[in-house]
């Protein structure tokens, strides 16, 4: 097994440097870019997003280091698109302040040298190193998929199975649609139905419309921080869980189908044992091997894709918002940061995973199969 997890290590090394090449292509080809942005604010017609980098008064705009500069500095043009009356000297020490009058594979080489040494740079809007803008945000997405987590298992298992026993009943069906509900309806689209019903949009105001905790949480005593805490992740959670549940039930009824009909509990019935003692002696083991073994990806799915949308939509400010701001701002340095290590912790998670699933079964031996 020691062998196995240390090719698995080694392998991590090729794969995660091929997702970098490819994301760092895609990136440059993409229109748009830091400097384009600050044209942009140059001329007044950056986004809402981007605007919220921007300089304190009108036709200010940030530049790395904390500099303000002016539309009115701008004299001539630039062969960046939309940068017409744009000096080109400023063109040129912007350039040279993101590092653009380099060649492109000496910039993806020395960031991939850095990143070795986890050193990410400091974002150009915001003046924050990228790795603590990381670690700060972190608590925040970790919080939310893994309270999703566990009540998407907490939910599936028990309803997973009681599907299994009742397949073809009543119960069955009626369950099912819900669960084709849950599969038909997006996790941020159930999000916005949430917020109209319950946050004050039009019927109720029973909860908070966005953060993670209450303004004054640091004046609260530890219990109200509890329930400050738990009163503001309802929605987002439950949004979340709506998405998640589904897949992972018919996962749960599936597998304990298969399991049931197999030729061990027919012997084992045959024997008199009792139904609960056939279904959690016997086949609970088997039938969850696949679902306990994929915590740590489930895990990873709902923290990577399921979380963007609903930080944006409830102003949570974790992993998901940093990285639509980075995006729409062509913040590269966070993009790149952030997309190493979520690829690194995937990975890593991965190889958790199919570790889980030897503990789980100890029959598996991934090494002995060659993997």
């Known amino acids: 097994m020691l062998a196995y997890i240390l090719r698995r290590l080694m392998f991590i090394i090729p794969t995660l440097f091929g997702i970098m090449v490819l994301n760092f292509l895609i990136v440059q080809a993409a229109p748009g870019g830091p400097i384009e942005q600050i044209v942009a604010k140059l001329h007044g017609t950056d986004v809402a997003a981007t605007a919220r980098f921007g300089g304190s008064a009108a036709g200010e705009t940030a530049m790395p280091g904390g500099q303000q500069m002016r539309a009115s500095d701008a004299s001539a043009t630039s062969h960046y698109p939309g940068a017409q009356g744009v000096d080109p000297e400023l063109i040129k020490e912007l350039e040279h302040q993101f590092g653009f009058d380099q060649p492109l594979y000496k910039r993806f080489g020395l960031m991939i040298w850095n990143y070795a040494r986890f050193d990410f740079g400091k974002s150009y809007f915001r003046d924050e190193s990228v790795f603590h803008l990381v670690i700060s945000k972190m608590p925040v997405s970790i919080s939310i998929g893994l309270w999703t987590t566990f009540i998407v298992y907490f939910i599936s298992i028990p309803l997973g199975i009681r599907k299994a026993v009742k397949d073809g009943t009543n119960f069955d069906i009626w369950t099912s649609a819900v669960i084709i509900a849950g599969y038909a309806i ?150 790149f940061g952030t997309l190493y290590f979520f690829t690194l912790l995937g990975l890593v998670m991965n190889l958790i995973g199919d570790l889980a699933y030897v503990a789980t079964d100890p029959r598996i031996d991934f090494e002995a199969r060659g993997s």
């Open 186 to 335: 997006p996790s941020f689209l159930f999000a916005v139905l949430l917020i109209v019903v319950f946050a004050g949009g039009r019927y109720f105001e029973w909860f908070p419309l966005r953060g993670l905790v209450s303004d004054n949480w640091s004046d609260m005593d530890w219990p109200h921080r509890i329930l400050d805490y738990f009163w503001h992740i309802t929605l987002p959670v439950t949004a979340m869980v709506i998405g998640g549940f589904a897949s992972l039930t018919m996962l749960t009824k599936n597998s304990f189908l298969d399991e049931i009909n197999k030729q061990y509990v027919l012997t084992a019935r045959a024997k008199g044992l009792k139904e609960s003692r056939v279904l959690y002696g016997h086949v609970f083991r088997n039938a969850m091997l696949i679902v306990i073994a994929g915590f740590p990806g489930a895990f990873i799915s709902i923290l990577f894709t399921g979380s963007l949308l609903i930080e944006v939509i409830f102003s949570l400010d974790g992993m998901g918002l940093l990285g639509f701001e980075s995006a729409i701002n062509r913040d590269y340095p966070v993009m």
